[in-house]
C-alpha cells in the first residue's frame, strides 16, 4: 500500500468522482483509476460503488477512509515535528479569481517563486464558493476572495483593499448615453457576469428580483477577456472590477455606465481555515502580500 495510493483514494471521495481528483492531483485519469484497483486488490475488497452517476463509498471505503485520515494526520504531524528548515519548500495550492491575478498578483507570484525556488507553487483559479470548500478539506492552503465581508467564522481572513468596481458597456449600447442607470432600466438587458455568488452579483440579482425586472439573459462566463470582448462588441453589459477595465475605458473601448442603483462595491480577502498548519512557505506567502500588496 502506498501512500499516493491513499491520497488518491481521499481526494475522490473528498471530490466526488475520479476526473476532478486527477485534475486535483495532476494525474491522469488512468492513473487514478490505477491507483484504486491497486488499492482494492490489495485489500481484496472493492472501495467505491456506482448509484446511476453517483460515486458512493462501500462499508469497506468507508473504513479505509478512516484509517485513510489517521495515516496522512500521522504523515504530516511527522514531517511538521521534523521539519525545522527554515528556508520554505513542498507544495502550497493557492485559489484566486483570475482577475486578481492577472491585475495584482503576477509580480508577487513571480516575485515568490525567485525569492524560494524549492516551494512548489500550484495556483487554481475559480470562485469563492468551491475554495471555500477546499481550504475547509484541508485541500487548498490559501484563497483570495473578492466579498464586500468576509464573515466565515472558521476561515482566517486578511482584508487587503478596496476593490472599486464598476457597470460597463460599449460606447454604442443604449445605455451608454443615460445620464443614470437605474434598475429598472436592466428590463431585457443582456447581464454577463465573471462568477456567481460574489457579493455584487448577488445584491444585483436581490434588487432586480425585489423591483421586479428581468433582464434578456443572465451570462456566466469565467474568462475575463472574453467577458471585455463581448461586451466591447455591444453583446450585453457586465460588472468587473475596475482596475481590470482601465485600458479597454481609457481607450474608449468600454464605458463606465452611471449607475444609480444597488452597492457593487467589494473588497480583496486573502485567507486561509483556522485549523491550519502553516508551513514555512505559507507564512512566507502571507509574508510577502502583507509588504507588497496591504493598503
Not at 524560494?116 to 476572495?145: C, E, H, T, W
Not at 451608454?176 to 465573471?194: G, H, N, P, S, T
Amino acid at each position: 500500500m502506498e501512500f499516493r495510493q491513499l491520497k488518491t483514494f481521499m481526494s475522490i471521495v473528498k471530490l466526488g468522482n475520479f476526473s476532478q481528483a486527477a485534475q486535483y492531483l495532476g494525474y491522469t485519469q488512468s492513473s487514478v483509476t490505477t491507483h484504486i484497483q491497486l488499492l482494492e486488490k490489495e485489500l481484496n475488497t472493492i472501495l467505491f460503488e456506482r448509484f446511476g452517476h453517483q460515486l458512493m463509498l462501500t462499508t469497506d471505503g468507508e473504513r479505509l477512509y478512516d484509517y485513510a485520515e489517521k495515516i496522512t494526520k500521522l504523515a504530516e504531524d511527522a514531517k511538521n515535528e521534523f521539519d525545522h528548515f527554515e528556508i520554505p519548500k513542498g507544495p502550497i495550492m493557492i485559489g484566486m479569481p483570475e482577475s486578481l491575478c492577472v491585475y495584482y498578483l503576477t509580480d508577487l507570484l513571480q516575485e515568490y517563486t525567485l525569492l524560494y525556488p524549492d516551494v512548489q507553487l500550484k495556483v487554481n483559479f475559480g470562485i469563492g464558493s468551491d475554495f471555500r470548500n477546499l481550504l475547509r478539506k484541508n485541500m487548498m492552503d490559501l484563497a483570495f476572495f473578492h466579498e464586500k465581508h468576509s464573515s466565515d467564522a472558521d476561515l482566517i481572513s486578511t482584508f487587503l483593499w478596496d476593490e472599486p468596481m464598476g457597470m460597463l458597456a460599449s460606447p454604442d449600447h443604449a445605455l451608454a448615453a443615460y445620464q443614470e442607470v437605474k434598475i429598472k432600466d436592466l428590463e431585457d438587458q443582456r447581464l454577463i457576469f465573471m462568477e456567481s455568488g460574489t457579493a455584487y452579483q448577488t445584491a444585483l440579482e436581490e434588487g432586480l428580483a425585489k423591483a421586479e425586472i428581468a433582464p434578456k439573459t443572465i451570462l456566466e462566463i469565467c474568462h475575463i477577456q472574453t467577458i471585455k470582448q463581448m461586451v466591447i462588441n455591444n453583446l450585453g453589459i457586465t460588472i468587473l472590477p475596475l482596475a481590470a477595465v482601465a485600458q479597454e475605458i481609457k481607450t474608449g473601448l468600454l464605458v463606465k455606465l452611471p449607475w444609480q442603483g444597488v452597492e457593487l462595491e467589494t473588497n480583496a480577502y486573502l485567507a486561509y481555515h483556522k485549523d491550519k498548519w502553516l508551513s514555512h512557505g505559507i507564512r512566507a506567502f502571507i509574508r510577502l502580500v502583507e509588504e507588497r500588496l496591504l493598503k
